[in-house]
Antibody, heavy 122, light 113 residues
């Protein structure tokens, strides 16, 4: 069974830092691009960042560029999101998501975790 | 970026009736490599994470009731709930994962009439 379990969320003061983790199991983690998506309270879903399968390619939404860093440890089947200089606008539930992977006619679909809440407040 | 536009923003449907949500993408999400549409649908209830209903535009996730179906290709897609149940009241999102950044529709709120 595919599982993505986020952790590391919590209450942090403005300007502070937090590191989110996403533990993956039930699939070949090293084959999949991985993403972070967030959802502010009462708002829609917004993509935050992705990292390719070997970790050499990454991209960020403009709103987090220069403050957030995505990384992965394929040996530990874990995805990370280092978040620095946090502001109130970063308050959201953060979801890790597995991108699809296709090998010939066979494709693994996308999958999501249950999310972890990050609250930025003094 | 690929813009995803859902319609309507909200709809009220009687129990047992059909609910239809549309989603248009500003660019194709159909891959010429594998002929798959990189389009998913989610259901979200208050206080819960999004629940994956449909991926590849028309493949139902395991455990999702058969009354949920997805159709369409290229840039136009539809989520249909064939016979609305009380537990289907929720917000529904479409999502393209064809290209980064991933983008999402604004959401459609389905209410029971």
């Amino acid at each position: 069974e595919v599982q993505l379990v986020e952790s590391g969320g919590g209450l942090v003061q403005p300007g502070g830092s937090l590191r989110l983790s996403c533990a993956a199991s039930g699939f070949t983690f090293s084959s999949h691009w991985m993403h972070w998506v967030r959802q502010a309270p009462g708002k829609g879903l917004v993509w935050v960042s992705y990292i390719n399968s070997d970790g050499r390619s990454r991209s960020y939404a403009d709103s987090v560029k220069g403050r957030f860093t995505i990384s992965r440890d394929n040996a530990k089947n874990t995805l990370y999101l280092q978040m620095n200089s946090l502001g109130a606008e970063d308050t959201a539930v953060y979801y890790c998501a597995r991108g699809p992977y296709c090998s010939g006619p066979n494709c693994d679909p996308i999958q999501w975790g249950q999310g972890t809440l990050v609250t930025v407040s003094s | 970026d690929i813009v995803m536009t859902q319609s309507p923003d909200s709809l009220a449907v009687s129990l047992g009736e059909r609910a239809t949500i549309n989603c248009k993408s500003s660019q194709t999400v159909l891959s010429s490599y594998n002929n798959k549409n990189y389009l998913a649908w989610y259901q979200q209830k208050p206080g819960q994470p999004p629940k994956l209903l449909i991926y590849w535009a028309s493949t139902r996730e395991s455990g999702v009731p058969e009354r949920f179906s997805g159709s369409g290709s290229g840039t136009e897609f539809t989520l249909t709930i064939s016979s609305l149940q009380a537990e289907d009241a929720a917000v529904y999102y479409c999502h393209q994962y064809y290209d980064t950044p991933w983008t999402f529709g604004q959401g459609t709120k389905v209410e029971i009439k």
